[in-house]
């Protein structure tokens, strides 16, 4: 999979080569390129961002360095054999990141993440990338960033975890892929008592069956006291 981003931070995604998603781009399975949009913008103050028409605080990111860029970077790959890339913009008013989402991005051959600042980007921008490739504007939760960089960051782990040979022990994901929608049981290891507090007898059993209900039951309690909204019997839930 290639994954382009476009930020005018890009060093905020060094974390990214290290661990896992390191290893995929060692092993040549992930190819993530970084650039800075201001690499696109060609005044003497390589400005990227100018004041809204019909006003309000703030500034909002100027067209011409995304067009640019996104002209570059979806034109580098019509040159190559790979199809039109999926072009995700970060936006509180996008459609909410979830592991459904991040599975569906996973399938992809190209992804560009286009991260705002300020107070976003010119909308005609979104408009102009669905020439170029499948445009999503996504959130990555109810609350309000500072720009595009950290939702990025989050979606590329969530999604680059999922492409095969990215995580080390494929049956973490197998157990993942049957995953149920409920919140997952506590884990424990040794020392079986520590400072005081000792594991549940239960899972010094040796009892598979005991312990494999335990566990659904702890699923099931936690769910329901921390998060009823994904029980099918929430009247608030998602239809
Ligand atoms: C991209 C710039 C900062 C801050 C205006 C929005 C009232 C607009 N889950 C997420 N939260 N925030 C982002 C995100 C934020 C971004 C950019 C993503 C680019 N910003 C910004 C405030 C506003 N504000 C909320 N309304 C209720 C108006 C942009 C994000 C993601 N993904």
């Known amino acids: 999979m290639r994954i382009d981003v476009l930020s005018i931070f890009p060093s905020y995604f060094d974390g990214l080569t290290l661990s896992l998603l390191g290893k995929a781009q060692d092993a040549g399975i992930l190819d993530l390129r970084v650039r800075d949009l201001r690499e696109w913008a060609f005044d003497r103050h390589r400005t990227v961002d100018d004041t809204p028409y019909g006003g309000g605080a703030g500034m909002v990111m100027k067209p011409e360095p995304w067009g640019l860029a996104l002209d570059e970077i979806a034109g580098d790959v019509a040159a190559g054999e790979a199809g039109p890339p999926t072009i995700i913009f970060p936006s509180p008013a996008g459609e909410v990141f979830t592991q ?140």
């Open 100 to 239: 459904r989402t991040a599975r569906d991005l996973a399938t992809r051959e190209h992804l560009i993440f286009g991260c705002g600042r300020y107070e976003g980007i010119d909308e005609r921008v979104f408009e102009y990338a669905s020439q170029l490739g499948e445009v999503r504007l996504i959130s990555l939760g109810d609350y309000v960033l500072n720009g595009g960089e950290v939702a990025t960051m989050a979606m590329i782990e969530a999604i680059g975890r999922l492409i095969p040979g990215v995580v080390g022990n494929p049956e973490s994901l197998v157990e993942e892929s049957h995953e149920d929608g409920l919140l997952e049981y506590p884990s424990y290891t040794k020392p079986a008592s520590w400072r005081e507090r000792t594991v549940p007898d239960v899972l010094l059993s040796g009892n598979h069956a005991a312990i494999a209900a335990w566990r659904r039951d702890q699923q099931f309690e936690r769910t329901r006291r921390r998060r009823p909204d994904l029980l099918p019997s929430d009247d608030a839930a998602q239809s």
